[in-house]
């Protein structure tokens, strides 16, 4: 079974996902990766470090800080925390702004008692996601109208407030070609447990194995080999926290040739073996006082 998010709001009631960060009880890592959805992160409990393109930010409590779409991040979860993530997607800006093609926005970070000029536009972002979780949770008669007011609310500020005018080149020139990678970083995450070649993936989208290569260096800042590595890593992660199959059964049901593959891939990720991860992360906590 996966990890499941502690809130997801359904796509059949709202537009948006919002949700409390998987990584809540830390130990945790998110490779590098991208998505057409605009991507906030609020940290309310604890910390965590947030990494975009080669920009790493600390966040902490009452820090926010905005991801736009296409851009390629990672997160560092090594200690407890209680973060809420909010993902628009492209196509709602779409939707309603004539040219959102490039539309892309300050990657504003906050934090409370700093003197920001801008603050109070970042605390009343922050405020309204809030309002959107904690009306959800609760669920009071009537609580969609109060989570899509504060929602609409916060898109409107995001685009009065926070919008960049002029993407500059290099921006749109990665933005475009993000997208293409979308299409194939989508079909690896379905079929990751199959024989993903260079050379095969390349045919199938109608790419020269070297183009598929640079264009992955280039605009994801990843090696192809790395990037179905590591979707396999995490897999394999997953499968060991939520079930008792053996590690040898885990690496062949994602995609590695044996047991022995997948724990080195493993530990250089972890920092551990899997069967000690499993050991350690499963064990109950012991006596107090």
Known sequence: MDFRHEL???DEDLPFKLFVFEGKDGSYQVSRHWHRSVEIFLVLEGSLDFYIN???YRMEPGRLLLVNSNEVHSIDSPDANNTLVLQIPRGLFEKYLPDADSLAFRQFLWEPGKGCAQGSRELRAASLIVQMHKAYVQ???GYLFAVLGSFYELMYL???EFRIQEADEE???QHRYLDRLSH???YIQVNYREDLTLEGIARIFGYSPAYLSRMFQKYAGIHYKAYVLELRTQAGYRLLMNTEMAVGEIALECGFPDGRSFSKAF???YGMAPAAYRKKRKAPPGPTG
Do not use: D, E, G
């Open 184 to 186: 194939i970083t989508n």
């Open 267 to 269: 530990r250089r990720r």
């Open 139 to 141: 669920k009071q008669p």
């Open 158 to 160: 995001l685009v009065t």
């Open 54 to 56: 080669t920009q790493r």
């Open 8 to 10: 997801v709001l359904p």
């Open 171 to 173: 921006r749109i020139k």
